[in-house]
C-alpha cells in the first residue's frame, strides 16, 4: 500500500477517534468538541442536533451552538429523542461513528493544499447519518518535531447530517415480481394510484425537475405523493422557452436523481432533451402524476386535523376534485409569471414588444409552435436585459439575420465564461464520481465558505477571462466580476439575476456584431423604437424584454391566500449561508417550497423527507 494513503487514513482515523470520544460520550462537552476545529473552522448540522438546518462559522460561534445542543444535559435534564420543535434544549445521543475506509467517501489528500478528507458514518437514537470533515494542520499546536500528532491536526470542516431515520431506510430496487406473478405491471399500477388518492400524504404541486426529483426521492423514502402539473404534458415547461435554449451547466451537475444520463449524452443539455427527459422520468421512477391540473383558490388548513383541504381542477374534464393532504409542496421554483416593466408609449409603438418568454413567437398569448427566429430576420432589434436570457435570445437573433440586434443594459452585470464556471464544477461533479457523492462533498464545503475561496482566488479566475473581461469593456459594456470578486456564484444564490454565463454571445459583441448600449434605461417608447432615459434615441422594430420574473410567493398568494403571508423569503441564502425557505419549515404548518437548481433539489430533497416523517413519528414539532 502507498505510504502516504496509510498516513492519511492514520490522520482521519486519529481525529474521528476524537470526535467519537467527545460524542460518543453520556456527559459530550461542548469545549471538548470546539476543540477539535480550527480557529476559522466550518460545522455543518443538518438535522443532527437540531430539526433544523445550521452553519457555524469559528469556534466562538461553534461553542456557542454545542453548548445548547451538543452538550449533553445533566442528570434530570431533557436528555431523550434527537430534537424537538425549533429552540428547544433536548439533546442528541451520537453512537456507532465509524470511518467510511472504501470507496469516494474513504480517507484521501482534501482540495486544500495539505489537508485530508473523510466520510463517517453514524447514529442517533431515531436517525441513521452521514459526515464529512476536512482536516488542516492547527500551525498554534503543530511544531517540526510533531506535524503529524493527533493534536495537530484540527477540523477546518465538519457536515454532519441525517441521511433517513430507522425504520424508514430507502427502499431501493424492486424485484418486479409482483404476488407470485399474478398481477401484471398496470394492474399494479392502478392499485397503487388509487392507494395514493385516497390515502394521500403529500400534494406536489409542479412537475418540473424539483418537483420530479422529490417525489422520486419520496417514494424511495415510503412517503405517499402525487403530482400536478398544470402544463398538458410533463416537461412543457421547458418546451415553450425559447428554441435555442441550452443548459449552461455540465450533465453530471443537472443529472436527475438515481437516473444519469447515458454515457453518449451531450455535455451540455438542449431544451427539448432536458424536456423529454422529464416526461420519461416520470414514468421510470414510476410516479403519480397528474397533467392538465391546477389547484383552485384557496386551499384550507384545518391546525387540528393538521390535514388540507384543496380542489384540483382537471382540465381534462374530470374534476374539480377535492384532495385531503397532509403536506403541500410547491415545487414551482421561485420563480412566477414573466415581469414586463410598465413603460409609456407601448401603444403607440407600430413594431412588435413582448417578453423573451414569449420568444420566438411574438405573441404572450403561449407557445405554439416552435416557429424559426428568422422571421426577425432584417430586422433591427432591441434586447432589453443582460441576463443568460438576453445573451442567448441576442445570439439567436443575430445569428437567425436580425438586421441589428442591441443590447440596452442599465446596470453593470458580472460576466463569467460557462468554460471557467464548468471547469469548477468538474472538479466536483465528475464523469468517475456517483452523482449524489459529488452532492454530499459539494454540501461538505459550506456555502459562505466557498464564497470565502472563490473571493480569495479573484485574480486567478479574472484572468481566465480576461480576454472576454476586456473586450466587453472595450465594446461599451459595464461588466464585474461579482461581489468581492466571486464570480457569479453568489448572483446565483443570493441575487438569482445580474449574472451572465457566456456561451458565445460575448464574441458577438467584442466584434461588434451586436452592439450594446449602456448605463440607462427605457425613458418611453416612440412611433419608430425607444427614448432613453439620458435621451438618446434606439429605432426598433422589435423590443424583447428579457428582464426576469416576479417572486413565485406573489402567484402563489393568488392561490393560498393568506397562508403565503406566514411563510418566509423563498430566495437566497441566511447568513449562515443556508438557503432560505426551501427544504425547511416556511412558516405554515404543512406548507413546503421545494426550490433551487437540479444539484439543490437532489440534496435538498432527502432533508425535507427525513422531515416530513420525523413530524409524522412525533420526534419533530410543527
Not at 431506510?169 to 394510484?193: D, F, L, T
Not at 435554449?245 to 447515458?262: R, S, V
Not at 392538465?292 to 384557496?298: A, T
Request: contains cysteine.
Amino acid at each position: 500500500m502507498d505510504p502516504n494513503i496509510d498516513r492519511v487514513e492514520s490522520i482521519a482515523s486519529a481525529w474521528l477517534s476524537q470526535l467519537a470520544s467527545v460524542l460518543e460520550r453520556p456527559d459530550a462537552d461542548a469545549k471538548a468538541f470546539t476543540s477539535l476545529f480550527l480557529p476559522d473552522g466550518w460545522f455543518r448540522d443538518l438535522l443532527v442536533f437540531t430539526w433544523e438546518l445550521r452553519t457555524l462559522s469559528g469556534q466562538e460561534k461553534i461553542l456557542g451552538y454545542a453548548s445548547k445542543h451538543i452538550e449533553h444535559a445533566p442528570k434530570g435534564g431533557v436528555n431523550g429523542l434527537h430534537g424537538g420543535s425549533v429552540g428547544t434544549t433536548s439533546r442528541t445521543r451520537i453512537s456507532g461513528i465509524e470511518l467510511c475506509t472504501t470507496g469516494h467517501f474513504k480517507p484521501t489528500p482534501g482540495a486544500f493544499p495539505g489537508s485530508v478528507s473523510a466520510g463517517f458514518t453514524f447514529s442517533t437514537e431515531v436517525g441513521n447519518g452521514r459526515g464529512l470533515f476536512t482536516l488542516k494542520q492547527d500551525s498554534t499546536d503543530a511544531t517540526d518535531s510533531d506535524t503529524d500528532s493527533n493534536t495537530s491536526w484540527k477540523a477546518f470542516t465538519l457536515l454532519m447530517a441525517l441521511e433517513s431515520l430507522k425504520g424508514y431506510e430507502p427502499i431501493g430496487a424492486e424485484q418486479g415480481v409482483y404476488h407470485g406473478h399474478s398481477m401484471c405491471w398496470p394492474e399494479v399500477q392502478a392499485k397503487r394510484q388509487k392507494t395514493i388518492e385516497e390515502g394521500l400524504h403529500v400534494l406536489i404541486v409542479g412537475a418540473g425537475q424539483n418537483g420530479l426529483q422529490v417525489a422520486a426521492r419520496f417514494k424511495q423514502m415510503g412517503i405517499s405523493c402525487l403530482l400536478i402539473e398544470k402544463n398538458a404534458r410533463i416537461g412543457d415547461q421547458w418546451r415553450e422557452r425559447y428554441p435555442s435554449l441550452t443548459l449552461h451547466t455540465t450533465k453530471h451537475h443537472h443529472t436527475m436523481l438515481y437516473q444519469p444520463y447515458p454515457h453518449t449524452w451531450p455535455r451540455f443539455t438542449p431544451r427539448d432533451k432536458v424536456a423529454d427527459w422529464l416526461e420519461q422520468y416520470a414514468v421510470s421512477q414510476d410516479l403519480h402524476v397528474w397533467t392538465n391540473s391546477r389547484i383552485l383558490p384557496v386551499p384550507s388548513y384545518d391546525p387540528k386535523t393538521r390535514k388540507w383541504t384543496v380542489k384540483i381542477d382537471r382540465l381534462d374534464g374530470r374534476g374539480p376534485i377535492t384532495l385531503r393532504p397532509t403536506h403541500i409542496v410547491l415545487a414551482t421554483g421561485i420563480l412566477g409569471g414573466p415581469y414586463t416593466p410598465t413603460v409609456e408609449g407601448r401603444a403607440s409603438f407600430t413594431g412588435e414588444s413582448f417578453h423573451s418568454t414569449a420568444y420566438p413567437t411574438g405573441t404572450e398569448d403561449g407557445f405554439k409552435l416552435p416557429e424559426s427566429a428568422s422571421r426577425f430576420a432584417g430586422k433591427r432589434v432591441v434586447v432589453i436585459g443582460t441576463g443568460n436570457s438576453a445573451a442567448d435570445v441576442a445570439l439567436d437573433l443575430h445569428i437567425r439575420g436580425a438586421k441589428q440586434v442591441t443590447i440596452l443594459q442599465r446596470s453593470s452585470t458580472c460576466v463569467q465564461s460557462a468554460k471557467s464556471v464548468c471547469d469548477s464544477l468538474d472538479m466536483i461533479w465528475r464523469e468517475d464520481v456517483p452523482t449524489e457523492v459529488a452532492d454530499w462533498w459539494a454540501e461538505g464545503t459550506p456555502y459562505n465558505l466557498r464564497k470565502e475561496i472563490l473571493q480569495g482566488m479573484k485574480e486567478v479566475n479574472m484572468a481566465k477571462d480576461k480576454r472576454i473581461l476586456e473586450g466587453l469593456a472595450k465594446a461599451g459594456m459595464d461588466v464585474n466580476f461579482g461581489p468581492g470578486g466571486a464570480g457569479l456564484l453568489p448572483l446565483v444564490y443570493e441575487n438569482f439575476g445580474g449574472y451572465w454565463m457566456d456561451v458565445g454571445c460575448a464574441e458577438y459583441i467584442i466584434s461588434g456584431k451586436i452592439k450594446v448600449k449602456s448605463g440607462t434605461g427605457i425613458a418611453k417608447f416612440s412611433e419608430n423604437g425607444l427614448v432613453l432615459e439620458d435621451g438618446s434615441t434606439l429605432e426598433a422594430d422589435v423590443v424583447i424584454f428579457a428582464t426576469g420574473y416576479v417572486n413565485i410567493r406573489g402567484v402563489m398568494k393568488k392561490i393560498f391566500g393568506d397562508a403565503i403571508d406566514q411563510t418566509g423569503v423563498v430566495f437566497g441564502v441566511d447568513e449562515e449561508g443556508e438557503m432560505k425557505g426551501g427544504y425547511r419549515p416556511s412558516g405554515h404548518p404543512g406548507l413546503w417550497y421545494a426550490s433551487g437548481d437540479f444539484a439543490g433539489s437532489r440534496f435538498g430533497s432527502r432533508l425535507l423527507a427525513v422531515q416530513l416523517q420525523a413530524l409524522e413519528l412525533g420526534y419533530m414539532k410543527g
